[in-house]
């Protein structure tokens, strides 16, 4: 913003970046301090502010000052300099003009020359008047050196008188020459000044124009900066390029800068809710533990990654001939069931207060629907996979209960109970069971999907 006719610059900078004021010193410099600069981009580009952080002294804080501001150098130096000599020469062809320039200076011209023939009209006047005043003294001088003579040949007692009429010839003869010296005075004094006068504006007008001559001659040459700016296109021709360059770089940073900004807010809105469970299986008389990840772009939308220690195991049925001599082969069927691990991922979606999931379901396809009451702190679930596990498919029916419902704690919305039934439908594998849950919004986790590795085959 502008204030008092100067631009008034404000800066944000984010939070992990420190900018140090520096060591106060004389004139105003902070040493090691952060400085703030103004530089030109190219010769035909734009201007950027250069910020460094500085090494030293108090962090800047909220509203303080920059206190280092470096005035720009390189071409806009050049430029300035050039636009001072500008004005220079602009001064001294307006001081001339405005001295010998027009009506004003031809009369300035004609007072000079008009007080110098006044001046020696003014000599040539009083030697003219005094010339019989100026004989007489001379006469009286000669005589008066005659007598002197005599006088001092004679030693007579006239010396005396001889000395006194001396000494009134002498007082005459200066208040003569004081009459007649205040006029010489003033009139030379007068064309002291006027010459002086003159003089000096011929010396000034003399070195500007050897001066102005010097710079042009030297531009013209293409001698500095300035002249090979001017005479050679070659540095046209590059700062054009560079400028296009520039143009593309900034486009394609501008791009990636843009997909980059869409992933990372893609991600910044993803929940990843971790979910550890732990079911008391009461016909296994054994544990079956979960451990899920949540991933949920929206309340409508998420994907479910589960792993899952069943007591049950993962069974296999395998069918081997085992007889193959007669005209009708003999097989076998053998069931295996071993502990390995399940694996769940599943695609939920949203609607209302149902959602509806399909996928891979504890390492078989299957689907599953949700209903959400009291802002989602009773949770009723239905599984149905594994369909070629025995005469009907596996179904899992099971109610979670957040402790949020009935105590006012933050940690309360974490924690919740588990109850169900597991395969009702077939003979042998029915079992019920109850258990415990923890669940939570891992942040640092989210921060971790932003710089994984993307996986290569």
Avoid: C
């Avoid at 220079?88 to 031809?106: N, Q, W, Y």
């Avoid at 900034?250 to 807010?265: K, M, P, Q, R, Y």
């Amino acid at each position: 913003k502008l204030v008092e006719s100067r631009a008034r610059i404000t800066v944000r900078i984010r939070s992990d970046i420190e900018m140090f004021e520096g060591v106060p010193e004389t004139a105003g410099v902070y040493r090691d301090g952060a400085t703030i600069s103004k530089k030109l981009s190219g010769i035909l580009g734009d201007y950027y502010l250069e910020l460094t952080p500085g090494l030293q002294g108090a962090t800047l804080q909220e509203g303080d000052e920059i206190k280092n501001v470096i005035q720009g150098g390189g071409p806009e130096a050049i430029l300035a300099e050039a636009e001072k000599i500008t004005k220079d020469i602009s001064k001294i062809t307006s001081s001339l003009a405005d001295v010998f320039g027009g009506e004003d200076g031809r009369q300035r011209l004609d007072a000079i020359f008009q007080d110098v023939q006044d001046i020696s009209r003014s000599i040539r006047d009083v030697t003219v008047s005094n010339t019989e005043r100026i004989d007489r003294i001379v006469d009286n001088i000669e005589r008066l050196s005659v007598d002197a003579r005599v006088i001092l040949r004679s030693g007579g007692d006239d010396v005396s008188a001889i000395l006194a009429d001396l000494k009134a010839s002498s007082a005459e003869l200066r208040r003569t020459m004081n009459s007649t010296s205040d006029s010489i005075d003033n009139t030379f004094g007068k064309v002291d000044q006027a010459v002086a006068t003159t003089q000096q504006a011929l010396d000034k007008l003399d070195r500007s124009l050897a001066h102005v001559e010097q710079v042009t001659q030297g531009v013209a040459a293409g001698e500095g900066s300035v002249g090979r700016i001017l005479k050679d296109d070659t540095i046209a021709r590059e700062a054009e390029s560079l400028l296009g360059e520039t143009r593309t770089l900034v486009a394609t940073a501008t791009e990636a800068v843009e997909a980059a900004g869409g992933i990372i807010d893609t991600v910044g809105r993803i929940d990843t809710i971790i979910d550890l469970r732990t079911d008391y299986m009461v016909g296994y008389n054994a544990f079956k533990n979960v451990l899920s990840l949540k991933l949920q772009p929206n309340q409508h939308k998420w994907y479910l990654l589960e792993l899952i220690m069943d007591p049950r195991g993962k069974t296999n049925t395998v069918r081997r001939t085992r007889d193959g001599t007669g005209t009708e082969p003999v097989y076998e069927e053998i069931t295996e069931t071993t502990s390995a691990i399940k694996v769940s991922f599943e695609f939920a979606g949203r609607w209302e207060f149902i959602a509806g999931r399909f996928g891979l379901i504890e390492s078989t396809g299957g689907i599953g629907a949700n209903l959400y009451f009291f802002d989602d702190n009773i949770e009723l679930a239905a599984d149905l996979f594994d369909f070629d596990f025995g005469p009907a498919p596996r179904l899992r029916t099971y109610g979670l209960v957040f402790l949020d419902l009935f105590l006012p704690w933050d940690w309360a919305s974490h924690l919740y109970f588990s109850a169900g039934i597991d395969d009702p439908f077939n003979t042998g594998t029915f079992d019920y069971f109850g258990g415990i849950g923890f669940s939570f919004n891992d942040t640092d986790l989210k921060g971790l999907l932003t710089v994984a590795p993307v996986p290569s085959l």
